[in-house]
């Protein structure tokens, strides 16, 4: 089993969907978790970290649920810029390394 | 302040050369890493180190081999080439103390080996 899941798509969707990713974990321990964004042929940028209350940035939001080892992406009002591979990312046991899920591919259409 | 960066871009190397790849920062990050991304396989670490004159494995270590002098350059020195090193690598840092935590990622060096 991989210690990251994601399902790797593709998502298409219209411009203004709402389309939600989900990724499981298999560590327990894992302490800090995270999703990133990365483009075609370009390196991993971080999009925001992932608390156990949730939180939000924007359009986008996200959710923890360590009982489940669960993360959602939420992305609302998708832009033809949404497009990209997102990458549910966490980390081991004391935090000495970054665990990435192979990612979810998401393409926005006009 | 250019953040995290790596040469080369592209390199094609034969079976058997070695080579390193570059990598420097200039955000003051104690911990920096090593990842190779295939089709598929998402990222995958090699090598990492949490400070200058310390190193650890990664994942995937076999055939690769690094060292931390100063807090700015983390090269990753390929031995003796293999075409399933072909592959993109990355180089990231991040501003945690002995720990990792958001990493910041260079654009990567497309290395081919025939």
């Known amino acids: 089993r991989k210690e990251v899941e994601q399902d790797p798509g593709p998502f298409n969707v219209p411009e203004g969907a709402t389309v939600a990713f989900n990724c499981t974990y298999s560590?327990?321990?894992?302490?800090?978790f995270f999703w990133y964004r990365q483009d075609c042929r370009k390196e991993p940028k971080l999009l925001m970290s992932?608390?156990?209350s949730g939180n939000e940035d924007g359009r986008f939001t996200a959710q923890l649920n360590r009982a489940s080892q669960y993360i959602s992406l939420l992305i609302r009002d998708s832009k033809l810029s949404d497009s990209a591979t997102y990458l549910c990312?966490?980390?081991?046991?004391?935090?000495?390394?970054?665990?990435f899920g192979s990612g979810t591919r998401l393409q926005v259409q006009p | 302040n250019a953040g995290v960066t790596q040469t080369p871009k592209f390199q094609v190397l034969k079976t058997g050369q070695s080579m390193t790849l570059q990598c420097a920062q200039d955000?003051?990050?104690?911990?920096m890493s090593w990842y190779r991304q295939d089709p598929g396989m998402g990222l995958r670490l090699i090598h990492y180190?949490?400070?200058?004159?310390?190193?650890d494995q990664g994942e995937v270590p076999n055939g690769y081999n690094v060292s931390r002098s100063t807090t700015e350059d983390f090269p990753l020195r390929l031995l003796s080439a293999a075409p399933s090193q072909t592959s993109v690598y990355f180089c990231?840092?991040?501003?945690?103390?002995?720990?990792?935590?958001?990493?910041?990622f260079g654009p990567g060096t497309r290395l081919t080996v025939l």
């Open positions: 990231a840092s991040s501003p945690g103390q002995g720990f990792v935590d958001e990493q910041f």
């Open positions: 560590n327990s321990a894992s302490q800090s």
């Open positions: 992932v608390y156990s």
């Open positions: 990312v966490v980390t081991g046991t004391g935090r000495r390394a970054l665990t």
């Open positions: 955000m003051n990050h104690e911990y």
């Open positions: 180190s949490v400070g200058a004159g310390i190193t």
